[in-house]
């Protein structure tokens, strides 16, 4: 089955866009009517000549809310006799790092390059990270290029879970499960160990990737929002079974422990006829996302955008916190509106999606991000700060704008390469240069 056709085959839908809607529900879909078995999981001859296969994503006996697991039913099983080889990513790297900690505020253009041509994993590039997949703690942030398609590969990852943000340019990203359809202003998340590959549609595209080796992402308690509201679960949508390519070879490419091996198949991974349970791809539109803001006075913690949490202490904070702050309206009194400055027990990445980010003034493009360890100061740079002290403080609608955070409580090591970027701005401190002193006397 080609592209096109395994696109059809996902239920009708034109490149993957029909999906099922829920946060970690219990899916249940077919690509070919009648082929998942009734009543049971594991018959004992399965529907169609199709073979079941369980993937577990956590314990067998993790607490019935926390538990992810999803029956296949596919063509082949997932085993095979074919031998690995080890081979190597050169950019795409695994903590510890070989850079270390940085403990000023760094900051970055985009690093966006249409004009070198490589696939979806030749083109990631390691930014920042801290723990270990063995360990099963901590994370890793790289950005990617791809300007081709992974055309004959596929990869799995079994070190993390994966946080994929485009910031230009659509991706499709066909899987076990499924596939989906991923553009700007989008993210989506894979599980730990799914095969998938991902490919630009009409064009390159350049965005971020977060490997997450602790907890899965979850929803965070809402407490007393109540029962509603950030990233609502109703918004989250969930692929439709779609198969195709089953008896074409494929190279496989797996990442364990921070290192890469390939296998040569003579026959298709993405031959999943039916599946149900809950372990499972999905996006969020992040123009969904409802904020919660302050409706009287002072700018409210970063925590009320937090969309996804992959926890570790109540206390200390998360393994990570995916945030969002999309468009929204400001409406706080007699108070100073753009975020304030701060020092956070807790390490903070920041990239800008689309428009501007309304702490920064300058030289901060769409494609840019930052960094600042735990500990390092930072917030609203001195042109922002004196726009902010002088603003009428009528209601304001941040419009234009679409910007996400990741915040862990490890300090983040940085990749050498990333350190060493031309896209670097050195010299971004300089954005806090010109305080003017007012005290005593001063207002």
């Not at 001859?45 to 596919?74: C, D, K, M, Q």
Request: charged residues 15%.
């Amino acid at each position: 089955m080609s592209q096109e056709e395994r696109r059809s085959a996902a239920q009708g839908s034109p490149a993957g866009t029909v999906y099922q809607s829920g946060f970690a529900n219990q899916f249940a879909t077919e690509a070919v009517a009648g082929a998942l078995p009734s009543g049971q999981n594991s018959p004992q001859r399965p529907p169609l000549g199709l073979v079941s296969e369980l993937v577990s994503g956590t314990a067998f006996a993790a607490p019935r809310a926390s538990n992810r697991r999803s029956y296949l039913f596919r063509v082949r099983p997932s085993t095979h006799n074919s031998p690995w080889k080890e081979t190597r990513i050169p950019r795409f790297l695994t903590p510890p790092l070989d850079f270390g900690h940085y403990p000023g505020p760094l900051r970055w253009s985009s690093m966006r390059d249409d004009a070198v041509p490589g696939n979806f994993l030749d083109g990631i590039q390691t930014i920042s990270g801290n723990g270990s997949p063995t360990a099963q703690s901590g994370m890793a942030i790289h950005i990617y290029n791809a300007t081709a398609p992974m055309s004959g590969k596929a990869f799995a990852n079994n070190d993390a879970e994966m946080l994929l943000v485009p910031q230009t340019g659509t991706l499709l990203v066909t899987t076990e499960l499924g596939i989906l359809s991923i553009s700007p202003g989008e993210f989506a998340v894979l599980p730990r160990g799914l095969k998938l590959r991902v490919d630009p549609v009409e064009g390159p595209s350049y965005g971020f990737l977060c490997e997450n080796f602790g907890l899965s992402f979850e929803l965070p308690e809402l407490g007393l929002i109540g029962s509603h509201g950030l990233a609502n679960t109703a918004d989250f949508q969930t692929p439709v079974a779609a198969f195709g390519n089953i008896d074409d070879s494929v190279e496989l490419v797996l990442k364990s422990c921070g290192r890469f091996w390939s296998t040569h198949l003579d026959h298709g991974v993405f031959d999943v006829v039916a599946w149900r349970g809950n372990w499972a791809p999905y996006k969020f539109d992040m123009m969904k996302f409802n904020t919660i803001g302050s409706l009287s006075y002072d700018h409210p913690d970063p925590s009320i955008f937090c969309a996804l949490t992959s926890p570790s202490s109540a206390v200390a904070g998360g393994n990570i916190d995916f945030m969002i702050l999309p468009p929204r309206w400001v409406v706080s009194e007699h108070s100073f509106r753009p975020p304030g400055f701060h020092r956070n027990s807790v390490a903070e990445f920041l990239a800008l999606v689309q428009g501007s980010h309304d702490s920064r003034n300058s030289a901060f493009p769409p494609g840019s991000f930052s960094l600042h360890n735990c500990w390092t100061p930072h917030g609203p740079d001195t042109q922002t700060l004196e726009i902010g002290r002088k603003a009428e403080l009528v209601p304001q609608k941040i419009d234009d704008t679409m910007v996400f955070m990741l915040e862990t409580r490890f300090p983040l090591e940085m990749a050498s390469g990333a350190m060493a970027a031309p896209q670097r701005q050195i010299n971004c401190a300089d954005g806090w240069a010109g305080f003017v002193k007012r005290f005593p006397d001063g207002e």
